[in-house]
């Protein structure tokens, strides 16, 4: 699969009424634009707008224990991370959220799991 795909898979995962119903937070996880493939105009527009590259792909604005929101970096199984995705991992990590690398929607899914189950304030 590639990391579209694994992307995808979460989100209709998470989508599923026994899913939703367990942790209805997840209708908040939303996908961080943060890549351009439209060319050079584009690019230079997505700049300005405040597109960064490294960005995690998902994010659930969602607090949790001490962390005040869940960053995701999509990876397939063999994916490797940039250095400007482990700067913006930890920069987060830094500033209060939890951020991390999941490899496959599995990973993924289980993450926000774990997330949600920690308890609401700290």
């Not at 439209?38 to 527009?45: M, N, Y």
């Amino acid at each position: 699969m590639t990391e579209n795909q694994h992307q995808t898979t979460l989100f209709k995962w998470t989508r599923q009424p026994k899913i939703r119903a367990a942790l209805p937070e997840l209708k908040l996880l939303y996908h961080i634009k943060n890549e351009t493939k439209e060319g050079p105009a584009q690019v230079a527009v997505d700049r300005a707008m405040g597109v960064k590259k490294g960005v995690p792909d998902l994010c659930l604005p969602v607090a949790r224990g001490k962390y005040h929101a869940l960053y995701i970096e999509m990876k397939t199984e063999r994916g490797k991370t940039s250095q400007a995705q482990e700067w913006w991992i930890k920069a987060l990590g830094d500033a209060g959220a939890f951020a991390c690398v999941c490899k496959g929607w599995q990973a993924a899914a289980k993450m926000l799991e774990w997330y949600l189950s920690l308890p609401k304030g700290d």
